[in-house]
């Protein structure tokens, strides 16, 4: 099994910035990509962001709404993700998710979730 536990939401002005954390736990011996969702108040799961390993190399995506302001970054030996949003604004509100995807550990492949951090910008 995999465990995800994500951190540092929290409240902020707009034009704000905070940072994000997802430290994945169990007995993994590789996850393929690791992401971001986010859900707002009444609204449905949206992707935020994803970066995935491929040998030496990663690729990132971002959804359009936080392209330029937002950056994901992964530090593989602590089985961790990052997520650095700058120029905060009231519309990125939401609980935001951490997702592993193709996480291997000695007798799986899955995907998993961690329980969210919730993400306030006041105006």
């Known amino acids: 099994q995999v465990q995800l536990v994500e951190s540092g939401g929290g409240l902020v002005q707009a034009g704000g910035s905070l940072r994000l954390s997802c430290a994945a736990s169990?007995?993994?011996?590789?996850?393929?990509?690791m992401g971001w969702y986010r859900q707002a108040p009444g609204n449905e799961r949206t992707f935020v962001a994803a970066i995935t390993s491929d040998g030496s190399i990663n690729h990132v995506n971002y959804a359009d709404s936080v392209k330029g302001r937002f950056s994901i970054s992964r530090d593989n030996a602590k089985n961790t993700v990052y997520l650095q949003m700058d120029s905060l604004k009231p519309e990125d509100t939401a609980v935001y998710y951490c997702?592993?995807?193709?996480?291997?550990?000695?007798?799986?492949?899955?995907?998993?979730w961690g329980k969210g951090t919730l993400v306030t910008v006041s105006s």
């Open positions: 169990g007995t993994i011996f590789s996850i393929k990509t």
């Open positions: 997702n592993a995807g193709g996480a291997r550990t000695s007798t799986t492949i899955g995907d998993y």
